[in-house]
Nanobody
Framework: QVQLVESGGGLVQPGGSLKLSCSAS????????LTWYHQAPGKQREMVAI?????QYKESVRGRFTISTFNTQNTALLQINSLRTEDSGDYLC?????????WGQGTQVTVSS
């Protein structure tokens, strides 16, 4: 059972940057999809970035967010730049393998002046 733990959230001013991490409890090998979701307060969870055979981004974050795959430390990253107030909320990573899928608990981002 893979455990995912997100970190790196916090309070940042508009225009600022954060680097979010999704750390896995074991090495992720083989084929997988890795997705980052954003859930704003009172709103539905939305995909912002996904790695499959290619990278895909939600239109509103393209050019500002960069997703990366798991590295040798079993950590995947989401670099978020030029933050806007509407980017505030919880960010969760989701890992889907051929046999199972896993969620982290999320990390909170607050963009405010």
């Amino acid at each position: 059972q893979v455990q995912l733990v997100e970190s790196g959230g916090g309070l940042v001013q508009p225009g600022g940057s954060l680097k979010l991490s999704c750390s896995a409890s074991e090495t992720i090998s083989g084929a997988y999809y890795l997705t980052w979701y954003h859930q704003a307060p009172g709103k539905q969870r939305e995909m912002v970035a996904i790695i499959t055979s290619a990278l895909q981004y939600k239109e509103s974050v393209r050019g500002r967010f960069t997703i990366s795959t798991f590295n040798t430390q079993n950590t995947a990253l989401l670099q978020i730049n030029s933050l806007r107030t509407e980017d505030s909320g919880d960010y969760l990573c989701h890992l889907k393998t051929p046999t199972a899928d896993y969620w982290g608990q999320g990390t909170q981002v607050t963009v405010s002046s």
